[in-house]
């Protein structure tokens, strides 16, 4: 059967997918939802929140790839990832390097511009990583240095362009998260990408606006499944 891996976003679990999952999975999707290691203080993974980063969430997604296209039901020509907010930015980069794997991403108000706040926050306050605390208050959950450390000298933009199958990026142009400008940028990079607007639509989707994503989703997958 086609195959959707979930990401969840910044200090969240896997449960903020299942309102996607069980629509998906109705219409014939196995849908694999996951916690991140340290993803958050609520995790049924292991970990710490202080030693994850989103390039451990790199690793532990290209670990769930791994499995999930070992599974006997997952057609492993149709595996998709589906990532929200930093679950989406972490996708974006870890499809660029397993592109082979992937049939299609689908990007839910990607955080690929949380990289550029999160360092200037930092340099704001500390002249190096180096001179930062073990922990730090990011937004609402505590997290370490391993968060911040390579950062500095990462351009995501540059990253997730080398992904160059058909992307889909659906966000609210009322975000006060992660503005629409983030995935506007990624779909100036993408080589082939389609970006869908929900007017009105915050961080975070119900009612109307999630039934409208989920239907965006269902007309990629469709169209994008080999057989």
Known sequence: ???VIYAHGYGVTHQNGIQY???????????????????STDSRSDGS??????FTQQ????????MVRELDYVDRENVFLF???????????????????????????????IVEQVVEEVQSRFSSVEEMPDTYQL???EVGRTYFEDLPDYDVYSVIGAYD?????????????????SSERALEV???????????AGHGLSGANADQAVQYMLEYLQTHKTH
């Open 49 to 54: 929140p202080l030693e994850m980063s989103i």
């Open 139 to 141: 937004m609402w959950m």
């Open 1 to 3: 059967m086609p195959t």
């Open 59 to 66: 690793l532990d997604l290209e670990i769930v790839i791994m």
């Open 83 to 113: 990532g929200a907010s930093q679950g989406g930015l972490v996708s974006g980069i870890t499809a660029a390097a397993n592109k082979d794997q992937l049939q299609g991403i689908i990007l839910l108000y990607p955080a690929f511009e």
């Open 165 to 181: 199958k058909d992307v889909l990026l659906i966000h609210g142009d009322s975000d006060g998260i992660v503005p629409l400008s």
């Open 21 to 39: 999952a069980e629509k998906l999975a109705a219409a014939g999707y196995v849908v694999y939802c996951f916690d991140f290691c340290g993803g």
């Open 190 to 200: 993408y080589p082939s990408a389609e970006l869908k607007v929900l007017a009105g």
